[in-house]
């Protein structure tokens, strides 16, 4: 049985709800105005900044990590109706210093950096001085297949050089972004699962080439941007490395769990912003001599999503209740259920709400262009929906196996 959301988790999202009807809607339009005024192709809007000083100010802020000193305390459970809050605006995560992927790097280093590490790069991530990036997929492999990364970290004495490309790097070009943790192979021959290992590396590091930035279905994430970077023996100090040679691959592990949780309960709240504006404009648009809401396909419809929405929320809240519970490796095959029903959900209302404004749908006028691509993105970041089928069924086999005996396992 899920446990109720607790005092704590309520009050916090009682000050969210207000913060966001207080500052964070009547700013959306100033919002998207400063993000174009400028000559710069990725420029973090003025306002944008003004509503973080304001969040901190109100103790808003580092409402994630979990078990964790620098957290607010919260449990996976309870942070996720906050999420949810702040996913109905697509940068709202950022105003509260919860928005990825900063708080997947900062889950890292906090769970496996050295003080040195948390000292140089978490505090100024916490403070929200500085924002950072993660540096894993790559061109030439199927990167969904984490174990096929091929850029290469190799010892030089001292330290470690760095060579290959990556892409669809969330925050490549964000003018604050100061530090990326790239994901790439130490050792060759070692086994599988421990020839990977994740090191820090400075923006301002000699040998790094920003390539391009890298429009999804048009859109470039602005201000975050999705680059392509090239690495070309780039140097780091040996203490760079995380956690050790050879356990990237666990790192990655222990990072996507939260990550992905974390886009699913903003799925769902930016599902809740789109089922409102949907709602809205059918009961504003009249055709064929009645209102749209009162035509049977669209009441269909909208039931339709709200029963979707309701069912991922149950499913994630269960998720979450299980990573809190049992931890992230045995609540595998609930976070890959969530992963794959909360872009299902997501991409099904996104395209209700497109066809539900018309030609207005396929403007960004209601932000309507942007949501719908981004469903189309999240559907394959995190691993795409193939690959969680896949843990998911796995799993359910793995139930149903004959137990081997003591001369099976020899």
């Known amino acids: ?24 809607y009547p700013n959306e339009a100033l919002y998207e105005d400063q993000l174009h005024a400028g000559p710069e192709q990725f420029r973090v809007p003025p306002i944008l900044e003004e509503l973080k000083t304001q969040a901190k100010a109100q103790g808003l802020w580092n409402l994630f990590l979990p078990h964790s000193d ?67 997929t790559e061109p030439a492999v199927a990167s969904s297949d984490a174990t096929n990364i091929q850029t290469r970290i190799e010892r030089d004495g001292g330290d470690y050089v760095i060579n290959g490309r990556k892409w669809f790097i969330t925050n490549a070009y964000h ?9 790439g192979k130490t050792d060759p021959d070692a086994p599988r699962h421990l020839q990977q290992s994740q090191i820090l590396i400075p923006t301002d590091t000699p040998g790094i080439r920003w390539i391009r930035p890298l429009p999804v279905m048009g859109f470039f994430d602005l201000p975050k941007g999705q680059g392509e970077l090239l690495f070309e023996n780039v140097r780091v100090p040996a203490e760079n490395i995380i956690l050790g040679e050879g356990r990237g691959f666990e790192i990655s592990q222990g990072r996507l769990g ?122 394959m970041g995190d691993g795409p929906d193939d690959v969680h089928n896949r843990v998911i069924a796995r799993a359910e086999f793995d139930k149903y196996r004959p137990a081997r005996s003591m001369g099976d396992e020899a």
């Open 1 to 24: 049985m899920i446990p109720a959301q607790s005092a704590h988790s309520q009050a916090l999202a009682a000050r969210l709800q207000r913060f966001m009807d207080d500052h964070v």
């Open 70 to 136: 620098n957290g607010a305390g919260l449990s996976n459970l309870d942070y996720a109706p906050l999420a949810e809050i702040m996913g109905r605006v697509h940068y709202a995560s950022e105003i509260f210093n919860c928005s990825a992927p900063d708080t997947g790097n900062m889950e890292v280093l906090d769970r496996y950096g050295t003080q040195a590490q948390k000292d140089r790069w978490l505090k100024p991530l916490l403070e929200g001085e500085i924002r950072s990036a993660y540096c894993m």
């Open 175 to 183: 003018p604050n972004t100061r530090i990326f943790i790239l994901m």
């Open 258 to 379: 939260p990550g992905r949780i974390h886009n699913c309960m903003r799925i769902l709240g930016q599902c809740e912003r789109m089922l409102e504006l949907t709602c809205q404009r059918l009961l504003s648009r009249v055709a064929f001599g009645k209102p749209l809401a009162s035509q049977s396909v669209w009441q269909e419809r909208v039931a339709d999503a709200r029963i979707q929405i309701n069912m991922a929320r149950l499913l994630t809240q269960r998720a979450a209740h299980l990573m809190d519970m049992v931890g992230n490796k045995e609540a595998r095959s609930e976070i890959s259920q969530i992963k794959v029903a909360a872009t299902r959900i997501g991409r099904m209302v996104a395209d209700i709400a497109v066809a539900a404004h018309g030609a207005a749908g396929l403007t960004n006028d209601f932000g309507l262009g942007y949501g719908f691509t981004r469903m189309q993105m999240l559907r």
